[in-house]
């Protein structure tokens, strides 16, 4: 992200206004966006209670370079606006002002966001049966995608049918295709095709649990389904066609590309999809929580501690060792015989590259040499916290004197194993101190004081 120090009187302001603001995600993604464009531009949420039409105003005036709107603003905004989309017109509210001479242009970026998420899954609603479950401002924006798309048939179904009434009303000023409205109890009215579910209610979220519709049968119709809520990462929509076996996703890819959009608009850039997947990390890190490597010697205990550490806080567990063995399907010391020991390290650094892009909520016990890479020290930096589990010589040979599964190891008897161990340890010190955001000793403690100090 941008430090601080680097903001001057050149940084443009980019932000959002809507109230509350304080826990939004926003600035994960635009300020990584512009910290991969090396634009000098810093994204900032305000809160706005009451008047927003003053606040848009205000921020033309203060020269803020654009801005996005959240809930209850989305509508109110409106009038003071220089124009609106088109498509923004469709959904009846902006989540995006985009600058020009004459004031902001209002977008809703909502819809393509939607759009872009189904795309990086291959799915295409041309031709579907659509069923969106809800009918708030969400399914407005799915239902829309829908019809822009000529979907075959599209079914809004929700508890109050007034709503998805008012909702299929609307879209019928701009579409000559129609949205079929039904309360919760009508859903046998849908025809028995396969479909595209898109779950538009709240249901999911933390604290409300269940389904809209609770038939398990009705879902087994869906060939692919989509659920707005992102946290938790798991819904009970997703949960089901988990266990169905359906291909589905929660709705972060669609915070991301809504917000991939609206920076595109304010810049002119066009964000690619390698940047684009770093960004989702990012998200996915701060949604579900990030990763802690543990370094440090042979014998240090990371794996040890390392699952232990994962139980207690409920996170996920691997070791690169083990892991790497499995996808070259041999042993390291086979590696190391074979093929010799730079080549083991280049498998090393390329099985970090795709943690450092994919782990989230991970305890990571790496191998002993991992950090002596400079690059491999940079990822782990990338991936998570690093911490290092250090051991006196005399503990380290206690810990590893039976231990045949270390090439590196390799020695005559234990006056010589000692003195490659101390040999090693010396030599690799700078390395795994670098690497390190915090250092454990473990000599003479238990598993639970490690975690504790951890």
């Given at each position: ?21 304080a826990h939004t995600l926003s600035p994960v993604i635009h300020n990584t966006l512009s910290e991969k464009l ?399 955001d915090q250092v454990v000793e473990t000599d003479g403690k238990t598993v639970d004081e490690i975690l504790e100090?951890?």
């Amino acid at each position: 992200m941008m430090d601080i120090h680097e903001i001057s009187g050149t940084t443009e302001v980019l932000g959002l206004i809507g109230n509350p603001v304080a826990h939004t995600l926003s600035p994960v993604i635009h300020n990584t966006l512009s910290e991969k464009l090396k634009r000098n531009m810093v994204y900032l949420p305000f809160p706005v209670k009451e008047d927003p039409v003053q606040a848009v105003r205000g921020a033309f005036h203060l020269g803020i370079r654009g801005m996005n709107v959240t809930v209850p603003h989305k509508t109110t905004v409106i009038p003071a606006l220089s124009g609106i989309d088109p498509a923004a017109e469709v959904i009846g509210a902006v989540n995006t002002l985009v600058r020009t001479d004459e004031g902001f242009q209002g977008y809703n970026t909502d819809m393509p966001g939607l759009k872009r998420a189904l795309a990086q899954k291959g799915i295409s609603l041309s031709g579907k049966q659509v069923v969106i479950l809800g009918a708030g401002g969400a399914s407005r924006a799915a239902a829309a995608l829908a019809l822009f798309e000529r979907a075959s048939g599209v079914y809004l179904i929700n508890r109050t049918k007034e709503k998805a009434e008012a909702i299929a009303d609307d879209m019928k000023k701009h579409f000559d295709d129609h949205i079929i409205p039904l309360a919760r109890d009508e859903y046998g009215r849908i025809p028995e095709k396969p479909s595209i579910f898109i779950q538009c209610t709240s249901l999911g979220l933390k604290g409300k649990e269940g389904l809209l519709i609770e038939d398990r049968d009705f879902y087994r119709r869906a060939e692919y389904g989509y659920d707005l809520v992102y946290n938790p990462a798991e819904t009970p929509f997703l949960k089901l066609f988990n266990e169905l076996g359906i291909p589905c996703d929660n709705g972060l890819t669609m915070l991301l590309y809504q917000g991939i959009i609206a920076y595109e608009l304010w810049t002119g850039e066009t964000v690619t999809n390698e940047m684009a997947a770093e960004v989702l990390v990012r998200l996915r890190r701060k949604v579900y929580g990030g990763n802690i490597l543990l370094v440090g010697y042979m014998g240090s205990g990371k794996s040890t501690a390392g699952k232990a550490l994962a139980e207690r806080n409920g996170m996920n567990f691997l070791d690169t060792d083990i892991e790497i063995e499995k996808e070259q399907g041999c042993s390291i010391r086979r590696i190391f015989e074979e093929k010799g020991e730079e080549v083991f390290r280049d498998i090393e650094t390329a099985y970090l590259d795709r943690l450092s892009k994919n782990a989230v909520k991970t305890v990571i016990a790496t191998g002993g040499g991992m950090v002596l890479r400079r690059k491999n020290r940079e990822l782990m930096k990338n991936t998570g916290k690093v911490v290092l589990l250090s051991a006196s010589e005399e503990t380290t040979f206690q810990r590893v004197k039976q231990d045949t599964g270390r090439p590196l190891l390799d020695s005559e008897g234990e006056s010589e194993l000692k003195a490659r161990i101390s040999r090693m340890m010396a030599a690799r010190s700078a390395a795994y101190q670098a690497a390190a955001d915090q250092v454990v000793e473990t000599d003479g403690k238990t598993v639970d004081e490690i975690l504790e100090e951890i």
